[in-house]
């Protein structure tokens, strides 16, 4: 934060603006960077690189994320089972925009955050649990927030 406060303050006292340029560019170069690539996401299960790509097929949860995702599969470190990881092929979304698809649960990294859950479930379980619902059956405005997490659960991070 000092750097910025410095560099505004030589573009108005120096009068040029030469310095707030330099930093403005750098910010916008090192923005877009950093919005070009995806993370990986990684999941360890407790099988087998063979069992996880049984029959040559992927487990249907990572199947349903489609050519808009590189997965790799590969050995956990120390024979602890198998390391399964997914990244967004054309970069994370970002911005105001990013975080109204975030609400919304259509930002594609729940679902990348989803499948991978689900994989490992299906792996190690043979199905795919779902979270528990409340007790109640009658809707009220105080279980609303409960409902939203309950809904977004398998899709946002911890």
Same mark, same amino acid.
């Given at each position: 934060m000092?750097?910025?406060?410095?560099?505004?303050?030589?573009?108005?006292v120096?009068?040029?603006?030469?310095?707030?340029?330099?930093?403005?560019?750098?910010?916008?170069?090192?923005?877009?960077?950093?919005?070009?690539?995806?993370?990986?996401?990684?999941?360890?299960?407790?099988?087998?690189?063979?069992?996880?790509?049984? /029959?040559?097929?992927?487990?249907?949860?990572?199947?349903?994320? *489609?050519?808009?995702? %590189?997965?790799? $599969?590969?050995? !956990?470190? +120390?024979?602890?089972?198998?390391?399964?990881?997914?990244?967004?092929?054309?970069?994370?979304?970002?911005?105001?925009?990013?975080?109204?698809?975030?609400a919304?649960?259509?930002?594609?990294?729940?679902?990348?955050?989803?499948?991978?859950?689900?994989?490992?479930?299906?792996?190690?379980?043979?199905?795919?649990?779902?979270? /528990?619902?409340?007790?109640?059956?009658?809707?009220?405005?105080? *279980?609303?927030?409960? %409902?939203?997490? $309950?809904?977004? !659960?398998? +899709?946002?991070?911890?």
């Open positions: 000092q750097g910025v406060r410095g560099a505004t303050a030589i573009a108005v120096g009068g040029t603006g030469w310095a707030a340029r330099k930093l403005l560019t750098r910010r916008a170069r090192n923005r877009t960077a950093t919005t070009d690539t995806s993370r990986w996401r990684f999941v360890t299960v407790n099988v087998s690189p063979d069992q996880v790509k049984a /029959d040559g097929l992927l487990p249907e949860p990572l199947r349903e994320l *489609g050519p808009e995702t %590189e997965i790799v $599969i590969r050995p !956990a470190p +120390g024979d602890k089972g198998t390391e399964i990881g997914v990244r967004l092929a054309e970069g994370e979304p970002s911005g105001v925009k990013a975080a109204a698809s975030r919304a649960g259509t930002d594609p990294r729940q679902a990348v955050r989803k499948a991978l859950r689900d994989t490992r479930q299906l792996l190690e379980t043979g199905e795919i649990l779902s979270p /528990d619902r409340p007790g109640t059956t009658k809707k009220t405005l105080t *279980g609303k927030p409960l %409902e939203l997490a $309950i809904a977004h !659960a398998k +899709g946002e991070g911890r």
